[in-house]
């Protein structure tokens, strides 16, 4: 029988490829190096793969191309022998524990300027709405609780430590301010100024003295606009024989007055230090040690190595410090782990200043975690479990506060592709968000329509893509092909290994097909 041909190049010159001719055996890993620049890509990529797909889009109906990009065809005289090819990118998008279908399919970034432009602040302390206050807003509020009363306009100055009260007189004489308030006392600029502050960091200036009436809107208007910008954001307006009312630029919670984040799309990304939670760095879980693996059988006593690490090579100072205290602190030394005393369990997990404990000795071994053989010893001993701080929601408690009908950015992401398009087409919206959010509602719904289409309808947006084998994942790149192959059924997927599409592509590809298409 003849030698199967392998794959042969003729006259490649795409982008720089120097009108070259080669031939590629099949069934074989074939290693492509060079220098940067000398064309590497150019050839697996631009020529080999950009050939394959064409060919392959070309076989598909009409109806299924116009899903597709327009590929074209490489410059190349002629390739021979091409089998399906699947590229697979070095900026595979499905690379860290943390991406997940939402990530992968772009969703999760209109869902991040969603809530970053219409969502709901509430306080993560108090749970209270977030107030922040626009010139126009303040003046509103003034005019119409307070209509004709006087009022001072003032705002906070910080005094630097240890500026004699004369020279801070003296500055604000020069800007052109009159007055200021310190304590109950109205002082004049142009009076001597107090000898001595004592330890007071800050005095309230006062801008100006108005009467809340609405012919002076204007006034009004650009005396808040000064105060907020002298203010640094904040200003208090007392009103005669009346309350003093405190306004923020920057968001506060309404109830508790703590300052809260303004929410911006970095705030909900689990990859960014802005948007992680702390705890889990935004995974969702936490590795701890599992004390089901540190004591795998309770039925040993300590003398018999309960604490299975210790009963290797590296644990056995342990062990034997774990004896000494032992005798030093009358522990019983012979009865099963199972049977002793919570305190002295307690005492063998945490030690005390002369006996490091579980807890000591795994923290020993943690700082050799850069040697490999170190870390598989510690994936032993450790499982995962959710992140206490963010119960799996992988955002620290700010951005979980932000909230758009009703739900968190991690409660969205739970919802199925299927009920997230239903709720994106039915939100509820004020007529002012509406407009704000017309254009990432339009593409988000571009997004899930094409998921549902495919028959993707039943996976939860935050389902991680990085899973175990055989688990039938999805994978962003591929979904474009199942479309074009109008293949739907969920067993039929296949499955992703390790290193991305592969397999994936493999199994959407039924031979019959190949066959038709590469014949
Ligand atoms: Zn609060
Ligand atoms: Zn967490």
């Given at each position: 029988m003849?030698?199967?041909?392998?794959?042969?190049?003729?006259g490649?010159?795409?982008?720089?490829l120097?009108?070259?001719?080669?031939?590629?055996?099949?069934?074989?890993l074939t290693?492509?190096?060079?220098?940067?620049?000398?064309?590497?890509?150019?050839?697996?990529?631009?020529?080999?793969?950009a050939?394959?797909?064409?060919?392959?889009?070309?076989?598909?109906?009409?109806?299924?191309?116009?899903?597709?990009?327009?590929?074209d065809r490489?410059?190349?005289d002629?390739?021979?022998?091409?089998?399906?090819?699947v590229?697979?990118?070095?900026?595979?998008?499905?690379?860290t524990?943390r991406?997940?279908?939402?990530?992968?399919t772009?969703?999760?970034?209109?869902?991040?300027?969603?809530?970053?432009?219409?969502?709901r602040?509430h306080?993560?302390?108090c749970?209270?709405?977030?107030?922040?206050?626009?010139?126009?807003?303040?003046?509103?509020?003034?005019?119409?609780?307070?209509?004709?009363?006087?009022?001072?306009?003032?705002?906070?100055?910080?005094?630097?430590?240890?500026?004699?009260?004369?020279?801070?007189?003296?500055?604000?004489?020069?800007?052109?301010?009159a007055r200021?308030?310190?304590?109950?006392?109205i002082?004049?600029?142009?009076a001597?100024?107090p000898?001595?502050?004592?330890?007071?960091?800050?005095?309230?200036?006062?801008?100006?003295?108005v009467?809340?009436?609405?012919?002076?809107r204007?006034?009004?208007?650009?005396?808040?606009?000064?105060?907020?910008?002298?203010?640094?954001?904040?200003?208090?307006?007392?009103?005669?024989?009346?309350?003093?009312?405190?306004?923020?630029?920057?968001?506060?919670c309404?109830?508790?007055?703590?300052?809260?984040?303004r929410p911006?799309?970095l705030l909900?990304?689990?990859?960014h230090?802005?948007?992680?939670?702390?705890?889990?760095?935004?995974?969702?879980n936490?590795l701890?040690y599992?004390?089901?693996?540190?004591v795998?059988?309770?039925?040993?006593?300590?003398?018999?190595?309960?604490?299975?690490p210790?009963?290797?090579?590296?644990?056995?100072?342990?062990?034997?410090?774990?004896?000494?205290?032992?005798?030093?602190?009358?522990?019983?030394?012979?009865?099963?782990?199972?049977?002793?005393?919570?305190?002295?369990?307690?005492?063998?997990?945490?030690?005390?200043g002369?006996?490091?404990?579980?807890?000591?000795?795994f923290?020993?071994?943690?700082?050799y975690?850069?040697?490999l053989?170190?870390r598989?010893?510690?994936s032993?001993?450790?499982?995962?479990s959710?992140?206490?701080?963010?119960?799996?929601?992988?955002?620290?408690?700010?951005a979980?506060a932000?909230?758009v009908?009703?739900?968190?950015?991690?409660?969205?992401?739970?919802?199925?592709?299927?009920?997230?398009?239903?709720?994106v087409?039915d939100?509820?919206?004020?007529?002012?968000?509406?407009?704000?959010?017309?254009?990432?509602?339009?593409?988000?719904?571009?997004?899930?329509?094409?998921?549902?289409?495919?028959?993707?309808?039943y996976?939860?947006?935050s389902?991680?893509?990085?899973v175990p084998?055989?688990?039938?994942?999805?994978?962003?790149?591929?979904?474009?092909?199942?479309?074009?192959?109008?293949?739907?059924?969920?067993?039929?997927?296949?499955?992703?290994?390790?290193?991305?599409s592969?397999?994936?592509?493999?199994?959407?590809?039924?031979?019959?097909?190949?066959?038709?298409?590469?014949?």
């Open positions: 003849p030698q199967p041909l392998g794959l042969r190049i003729q490649a010159r795409q982008n720089n120097k009108n070259i001719s080669l031939e590629i055996p099949h069934d074989r290693v492509v190096t060079g220098v940067s620049g000398s064309g590497k890509s150019s050839l697996a990529f631009d020529t080999l793969f050939e394959g797909q064409w060919r392959y889009i070309e076989s598909l109906s009409t109806y299924a191309r116009m899903f597709l990009d327009r590929v490489p410059d190349v002629k390739i021979e022998q091409i089998r399906p090819a590229a697979l990118e070095q900026k595979n998008p499905v690379r524990a991406s997940t279908v939402g990530t992968a772009e969703v999760y970034d209109y869902l991040r300027l969603l809530y970053a432009k219409i969502g602040v306080c993560p302390t749970g209270a709405p977030a107030v922040s206050h626009s010139p126009e807003s303040i003046v509103n509020t003034l005019l119409g609780e307070h209509a004709g009363a006087r009022a001072l306009i003032t705002f906070r100055l910080a005094v630097p430590a240890g500026l004699p009260p004369a020279e801070l007189w003296a500055t604000l004489t020069r800007r052109g301010f200021v308030r310190i304590d109950g006392d002082l004049d600029l142009a001597p100024a000898a001595d502050f004592g330890d007071r960091t800050a005095i309230a200036v006062v801008l100006d003295r009467v809340l009436d609405p012919a002076q204007g006034r009004i208007s650009e005396s808040i606009e000064a105060a907020l910008r002298e203010g640094g954001g904040q200003l208090a307006v007392e009103i005669v024989g009346g309350p003093t009312r405190v306004f923020a630029e920057d968001f506060r309404s109830g508790c007055g703590a300052a809260l984040e911006q799309p909900f990304s689990f990859n230090p802005l948007g992680a939670c702390p705890e889990c760095k935004g995974f969702g936490v701890k599992d004390e089901a693996r540190v795998p059988d309770r039925t040993l006593s300590l003398a018999d190595g309960a604490v299975e210790w009963t290797h090579p590296s644990g056995r100072w342990y062990q034997r410090e774990l004896m000494k205290a032992a005798r030093r602190k009358r522990l019983d030394t012979d009865t099963p782990w199972e049977k002793l005393p919570e305190a002295t369990r307690a005492f063998v997990h945490k030690g005390d002369t006996f490091p404990g579980i807890q000591g000795f923290e020993e071994v943690e700082s975690r850069y040697k053989h170190v598989v010893f510690l032993r001993y450790r499982s995962q959710i992140c206490p701080t963010c119960r799996g929601a992988r955002l620290k408690p700010g979980l932000v909230r009908a009703g739900l968190t950015i991690a409660e969205f992401t739970a919802l199925t592709i299927d009920a997230a398009a239903r709720l087409g939100l509820g919206l004020t007529a002012w968000d509406a407009v704000v959010a017309r254009e990432i509602l339009r593409q988000l719904t571009a997004k899930l329509t094409f998921l549902l289409r495919v028959g993707l309808g996976l939860t947006l389902r991680q893509t990085r084998p055989c688990e039938a994942p999805i994978l962003a790149d591929v979904v474009e092909l199942m479309i074009s192959i109008g293949n739907s059924n969920p067993r039929d997927r296949g499955c992703a290994s390790d290193d991305g592969l397999e994936f592509s493999a199994h959407l590809l039924p031979s019959h097909q190949l066959r038709a298409t590469f014949a």
